[in-house]
């Protein structure tokens, strides 16, 4: 049996109906870029936040540079955030201009650890990049404490957890704004590249949909900026999906569930989740004993089933580290390379149906009897 990663097409077939309905609807209204349809879903995606406002841009990526750039952050300011998490955290802060400082994560949930994050505040400190890591916040009322006493912004990078939330607290609730990716892979993804950025501070919106369209806040009136437009065509597609991400996140939650029933004895390290949050899953990331990461990920390849890391190599880690950027590393990261050299993410996708799930856990626990 061959069981895949993704499960995009898989997804395409089930909503075919109404995603080819919103597809044509673009098509055939001759407005592709800047239209009623962006528009429409900028509305909807902060509704569905409890923020004011939303602004598409064209990643996840473009989201955290521009909010950055659009809250004043750059050359000679610092960032504080982790390396245990998708490259480009860290690179939309170094394309901002801003000096990164990475402090480790939580060994449990992997998310940025916040006793760690006090240490590395210096007068130069000017925002926490908080991730919320394979789909489970990270502890944001601790975060945003930090953030009064210090004066700083908070950012969440929420590229990979639509549809969480904290034990007391939402997404958006606590934070200046939330970025998000809608890459095809994230559990809100089109087909192809989209972000955005969401806040109950409107300036701050204002100030990206300049940015994304040239600096331009009116037809032929242009001051400095970029070109970052969420295209029409994905917000249709994303408006589609915005109706399914709650059926979503549960059919997701689900096969967790089963993972985790099916596994607790095996051997490997399973997914934390702290007490009253809603782990939504975008990953669902094992942990094995240390050196023996890479023949399981061999052993499941060979068996058809396409594992993945996530990541194996922590952003400090990487060939090359800083490239002339400016970063600084605070304290141990121990944690997060640890994860780096023991993580394994399962299929994890809401439509991985139940052989492909009984046959992973199968091939695990053949695995685990053999060499655990
Ligand atoms: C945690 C995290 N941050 C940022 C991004 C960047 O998003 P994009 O690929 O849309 O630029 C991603 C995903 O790709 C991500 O997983």
């Given at each position: 049996m061959k069981v895949g990663f993704y499960g995009h097409v898989r997804q395409y077939h089930n909503l075919k109906e109404d995603l080819d309905k919103a597809i044509s609807g673009v098509l055939e209204s001759g407005s592709y870029v800047g239209g009623p349809v962006g528009k429409r879903f900028e509305g909807e995606l902060a509704e569905y936040f409890g923020l004011k406002a939303a602004a598409g841009v064209n990643s996840g990526t473009d989201a955290i540079w521009l909010a950055l750039m659009a809250l004043g952050i750059g050359p000679g300011d610092e960032v504080i955030t982790t390396?245990?998490?998708?490259?480009a955290t860290a690179e939309a802060a170094w394309i901002a201009g801003a000096t990164v400082v990475f402090v480790d994560s939580r060994p449990d949930t992997h998310n940025i650890d916040p006793d760690k994050i006090e240490e590395a505040i210096t007068p130069k400190t000017k925002a926490i990049i908080p991730v919320h890591l394979y789909g489970q916040c990270a502890e944001m009322d601790k975060i945003a404490a930090i953030a009064k006493k210090h004066g700083l912004a908070v950012l969440e990078d929420n590229a990979q957890s639509i549809d969480a939330h904290g034990d007391t607290f939402k997404i958006g609730?606590?934070?200046?704004v939330v970025c998000t990716s809608f890459i095809i892979?994230?559990?809100?993804?089109?087909?192809g590249d989209g972000g955005a950025v969401i806040s109950d501070n409107t300036e701050v919106i204002d100030t990206i949909k300049r940015l994304r369209n040239h600096?331009?806040?009116?037809?032929s009136k242009h001051s400095f900026g970029f070109n970052s437009r969420l295209d029409e065509i994905h917000a249709a597609v994303l408006s589609v999906k915005l109706k399914h991400i709650t059926a979503f996140s549960d059919q997701r939650r689900a096969i967790a569930a089963k993972y985790d029933a099916a596994l607790a004895d095996c051997g490997l390290v399973l997914p934390t989740t702290l007490p009253g949050y809603r782990h939504v899953y975008h990953l669902y990331v094992v942990e094995t004993p240390v050196g023996k990461r890479n023949d399981l990920l061999k052993h499941l390849q060979a068996q058809g089933i396409d594992a993945k890391c996530h990541?194996?190599?922590a952003i400090h880690e990487?060939?090359?580290?800083p490239w002339g950027k400016e970063a600084r590393i605070v304290g141990s990261m121990a944690n997060s390379e640890k994860n780096a050299a023991t993580c394994i993410s399962l299929p994890m996708y809401p439509e991985l149906n139940d052989d492909e799930v009984a046959y992973t856990i199968e091939q695990v626990l053949a695995w685990c009897g053999q060499n655990l």
């Open positions: 390396t245990n998490t998708f490259f609730e606590l934070s200046d892979q994230k559990n809100l993804g089109t087909f600096g331009s806040p009116a037809r990541y194996d190599i990487q060939e090359g580290y």
